[in-house]
């Protein structure tokens, strides 16, 4: 499928003389990428007065630039109808709450049956968006928040914003360890130099941020919360396990099981049955691509974390009135 954006025109303002036609370009349609309005001129499919003109050629002032192109599909997956719980809709965006166990992109491992699917399936034309319209990625196992743009314009507005870290992102993690205080690990994080599945906090690795609080200290565990400054594969994974507080059931990074003494059964069982990280993207708030418009949606903790949490804060009452 193709989606036709244009014929849009604009007015090449007079104090533009002398510079660069792509230059210009990109200020007059700041709703497109660079790299595309480049290739739209390659093809001829943005002229200046209806020539075809180079990237580098000069502007004189009032002429019209002319943008008629189509958008080719981008996403080859077929569409599947997979459920899928939606926080906010409009013309512009999705925000959904992404259940732990879906993955989001389709791989070698993952052909079909991710959330790329599932989203063709509600909106055929996020075929024409690169990754269907998926701006940032959430691990298989996490479970919580997402915002998927559903027009070009949208995408490169959502990009924008997470690239100059716009976008409020709030995680609830359960961690190994009774932490005493909240803290920010300000820790570069880049793919670990053995083990090319993981991550690992370096010193030649791309800059990462995380803030973290307590939310709520339990004997042997925490329950944080979580924002990200910076968005980087496994962040508070990594970030946690290197601050020796890693999230319980995180099978990368997770480390032997971690006990309170005297841990009743019912303590025992929820956390060795809790078989993924114990991580949930809790809320998310941008300003809106068109409207600017804040737009913040909070997904509920699921049903597995909270029986954890619950079992936790139970454990530690428990343990408290004992003492006394």
Not at 122 to 149: E, F, N, Q, Y
Not at 192 to 208: C, F, L, N, S, Y
Not at 231 to 247: D, E, F, N, S, W
């Amino acid at each position: 499928m193709n989606e036709s954006v244009n014929p849009l025109q604009a007015t090449v303002p007079d104090s533009a003389a002398g510079r660069r036609f792509d230059a210009v370009l990109a200020e007059l349609f700041p709703d497109y990428s660079r790299s595309r309005l480049a290739a739209w001129i390659k093809s001829g499919d943005a002229r200046l007065d209806g020539r075809e003109v180079r990237p580098r050629d000069p502007v004189r002032g009032g002429e019209t630039v002319t943008l008629t192109a189509v958008l080719d599909v981008q996403t080859h997956s077929e569409p599947e109808d997979i459920a899928l719980d939606v926080l906010y809709e409009d013309d512009q965006v999705f925000v959904i709450d992404k259940p732990a166990g879906l993955v989001v992109h389709p791989g070698a491992g993952n052909p079909a049956g991710t959330l790329v699917n599932a989203l063709l399936h509600r909106d055929p034309g996020l075929d024409v968006l690169p990754r269907a319209g998926i701006v940032h990625r959430l691990d298989k196992d996490t479970s919580g928040v997402m915002v998927v743009a559903r027009t070009l314009p949208a995408h490169t507005a959502l990009v924008e914003q997470l690239s100059s870290r716009e976008v409020h992102r709030q995680y609830l993690a359960v961690v190994v360890g009774a932490l005493v205080s909240g803290g920010t690990a300000n820790l570069p994080i880049d793919r670990h130099p053995r083990d090319r599945i993981r991550m690992a906090v370096r010193e030649d690795g791309r800059d990462a941020v995380t803030h973290y609080r307590l939310r709520e200290r339990f004997r042997a565990h925490t329950l944080l919360e979580c924002r990200l400054e910076t968005g980087r594969t496994h962040q508070i994974r990594v970030h946690m396990a290197h601050l020796k507080h890693p999230i319980v059931g995180d099978p990368l990074y997770g480390g032997p099981l971690k006990l309170p003494r005297g841990a009743t059964t019912e303590l025992v069982d929820a956390l060795r049955g809790f078989r993924r990280q114990a991580l949930h993207a809790e809320t998310l708030e941008f300003a809106h691509p068109v409207s600017g418009e804040p737009v913040r949606c909070s997904a509920p903790v699921p049903a597995d974390m909270r029986a954890l949490i619950q079992t936790l804060h139970d454990d530690t009452v428990a343990a408290a009135d004992k003492a006394r």
